[in-house]
């Protein structure tokens, strides 16, 4: 598979030299990360009691108008190091006791990602986490078989119209559908976990309730649910927080209401969701948005 040399890493296939240039992601064929540390706010069995060893890398191939990481996303924090030195901070992170490692907004530095991954064989004994905003390549997603044992991406919307006005991906449902499909398929559809309720492999998919689409929210369920069944966890979130840019898109500028967050999970649960993991009031704000300072990466 080409892999920075006209890209097509994922379903833009913006086909740029990254080696001569940026690609959509706002990123060259250099890997650049801007922040390694214990996170402790995942889902329960990822974060546990002393934290995911996350990772996260600068670019991003969807840039929602939305986004809390707009200061990495958007190309702008980061560092450059080489696949050598990722595989240290693996190790280090491993060291400080992490859970597992946390491959955060992934999908542009794959090549990279294998290498560093290949040089920590024998070494890690922790499972990889790849935490992506779900507009991957099935091709891709193929390609990491082997190298990724919990998949964490998201499923944003159903709507091509919220897909195109918010991620300039109008094809974005069917990208995150085919993505899904083969995460599961590889891990059997099953998740399995460590005595200690740990997550050793397996799929849990995040949807982020938006402001007014409630929707939404409910068809994205209603598909995963019919399609996997208890075969994955749901990750069903109210941190949605408007950053302050969002002038633009006025829909967007408040937080999800209680009562919009209340529908949503009951839905849930009438239809019969029973792996589920839900936010409590107070999840919205800063918490979720660390410093992009290079810590723990130079």
Same mark, same amino acid.
């Given at each position: 598979?080409?892999?920075?040399?006209?890209?097509?890493?994922?379903?833009?296939?913006?086909?740029?030299?990254?080696?001569?240039?940026?690609?959509?992601?706002?990123?060259?064929?250099?890997? %650049?990360?801007?922040?390694?540390?214990?996170?402790?706010?995942?889902?329960?069995?990822?974060?546990?009691? %002393?934290?995911?060893? &996350?990772?996260?890398?600068?670019?991003?191939?969807?840039?929602?108008?939305?986004? /809390?990481?707009?200061?990495?996303?958007?190309?702008?924090?980061?560092?450059?190091?080489?696949?050598?030195?990722?595989?240290?901070?693996?190790?280090?992170?491993?060291?400080?006791?992490?859970?597992?490692?946390?491959?955060?907004?992934? &999908?542009?530095?794959?090549?990279?990602?294998?290498?560093?991954?290949?040089? &920590?064989?024998?070494?890690?004994?922790?499972?990889?986490?790849?935490?992506?905003?779900?507009?991957?390549?099935?091709?891709?997603? %193929?390609?990491?078989?082997?190298?990724?044992?919990?998949?964490?991406?998201?499923?944003?919307?159903?709507?091509?119209?919220?897909?195109?006005?918010?991620?300039?991906?109008?094809?974005?449902?069917?990208?995150?559908?085919?993505?899904?499909?083969?995460?599961?398929? /590889?891990?059997?559809?099953?998740? &399995?976990?460590?005595?200690?309720?740990?997550?050793?492999?397996?799929?849990?998919?995040?949807?982020?309730?938006?402001?007014?689409?409630?929707?939404?929210?409910?068809?994205?369920?209603?598909?995963?649910?019919?399609?996997?069944?208890?075969?994955?966890?749901?990750?069903?979130?109210? /941190?949605?927080?408007?950053?302050?840019?969002?002038?633009?898109?006025?829909?967007?500028?408040?937080?999800?209401?209680?009562?919009?967050?209340?529908?949503?999970?009951?839905?849930?649960?009438?239809?019969?969701?029973?792996?589920?993991?839900? /936010?409590?009031?107070?999840?919205?704000?800063?918490?979720?948005?660390?410093?992009?300072?290079?810590?723990?990466?130079?």
């Amino acid at each position: 598979m080409k892999y920075y040399e006209n890209c097509m890493l994922c379903p833009r296939k913006c086909g740029a030299d990254r080696t001569k240039g940026t690609g959509y992601c706002g990123e060259t064929a250099a890997l %650049r990360a801007a922040k390694a540390y214990l996170h402790m706010w995942e889902e329960p069995p990822i974060s546990g009691e %002393r934290g995911s060893g &996350t990772v996260f890398f600068s670019g991003c191939n969807l840039r929602c108008v939305y986004c /809390q990481n707009g200061v990495i996303a958007n190309g702008g924090a980061g560092y450059e190091i080489d696949e050598r030195r990722l595989a240290e901070i693996f190790l280090e992170l491993k060291d400080k006791g992490a859970h597992n490692i946390n491959l955060v907004t992934p &999908t542009h530095f794959v090549r990279h990602i294998m290498k560093a991954i290949d040089l &920590t064989r024998g070494k890690l004994g922790i499972p990889i986490v790849y935490n992506c905003g779900g507009y991957e390549s099935a091709e891709v997603i %193929r390609a990491l078989d082997g190298y990724i044992d919990i998949w964490l991406p998201d499923f944003k919307y159903m709507s091509p119209a919220l897909a195109k006005r918010y991620s300039n991906a109008p094809d974005y449902p069917e990208a995150a559908k085919r993505a899904i499909d083969e995460m599961v398929m /590889q891990c059997m559809n099953r998740c &399995t976990f460590t005595p200690d309720g740990m997550m050793k492999r397996g799929v849990i998919v995040r949807h982020l309730v938006l402001p007014g689409q409630a929707e939404d929210s409910k068809t994205v369920i209603k598909y995963l649910y019919e399609s996997y069944g208890d075969g994955i966890y749901m990750s069903i979130m109210n /941190q949605y927080t408007p950053m302050p840019d969002i002038g633009g898109y006025p829909e967007l500028a408040r937080r999800v209401s209680d009562a919009e967050y209340d529908e949503v999970i009951d839905f849930a649960a009438d239809i019969g969701v029973k792996n589920a993991f839900i /936010q409590e009031g107070g999840a919205v704000g800063d918490s979720f948005i660390p410093a992009f300072d290079g810590g723990g990466i130079i």
